[in-house]
């Protein structure tokens, strides 16, 4: 403690120097608008920069596990060749894949931050508006559904979360086709709850959940997950089912953005019908 206040006592000036300075840096981007906004936009780009550093280092520790992932991944667009065209740009690699008349668009993107328990979890990306990333696009995984681009800068976006209470997914049981709407409820991060099944739906334990297809934003029959317990409401007649994740949240590193070719043009005429 002596030594604390010899430290003071002998560094006041240089330190109330620097009090001052925060202060007055303070007042600066708090009441003047253009630093304000200056401010914020090189923050945002110094964070990015931070992030992707700290996910290079830690992916150094989990090599083994990224190239058995990166392998399985591999696996399986081999198996999806026969059924996809395969283009390439300069600025990335990405494939068309067609779905009916439907053709989707997937950028491969890198997670370099995530959360996962807080009631409002999102995902940071190493793509941005330079590769052609915008809102409202689809994110998946090798594994399944991962969440909806919510914003973009130059070079990274951000990811709101299938862990967001905020988001909830069109998503059917893949093998009867009833469908309902699959959120996450705040708790347990390896498990969502898929509402609107009607009871003579006969829902089991292990069933696949998938996207429906019906929004404009994901193909359809991306895994979700299994049913992993069922229960029914009896006063509604529609069942409360939980539903195991596909995608394990706290080891995920690689993810594609989904394209749907169209989608503005479905959205579009889709709010023609809203005040009906």
Known sequence: MRNFFRFIIRYHFLLLFLL????????????NQY?????????????????????????YFRLK??????????SELRNQLEKTDFLTTSATRFYIDSIGSQKYRYTPAKVINNSVNKHFNYLTLNKGADDGIHPDMGVISSRGLVGVVLNTSDNY????????????ISARLRDTGFFGSLGWEGLNYRYATLSGIPAHASPSVGDAVVTSGYSSIFPENILIGTIDEISINQGEGFYDIRVLLSVDFK???YVHVVEKTGAEEQRELEK???DD
């Open 20 to 31: 001052l300075e925060i202060i007055s840096f303070s007042f600066i981007f708090n009441y």
């Open 35 to 59: 630093h304000r906004n200056f401010y914020l936009s090189s923050s945002n780009k110094i964070s990015g920069f931070f992030y992707e550093q700290f996910s290079s280092v830690a992916q």
């Open 65 to 74: 596990k990224t190239n058995e992932e990166l392998l399985r991944e591999n």
């Open 157 to 168: 976006s951000t990811v709101i979360s299938l862990l967001n209470t905020r988001l909830q």
């Open 251 to 253: 080891q995920l590193q």
């Open 272 to 274: 023609l019908n809203e």
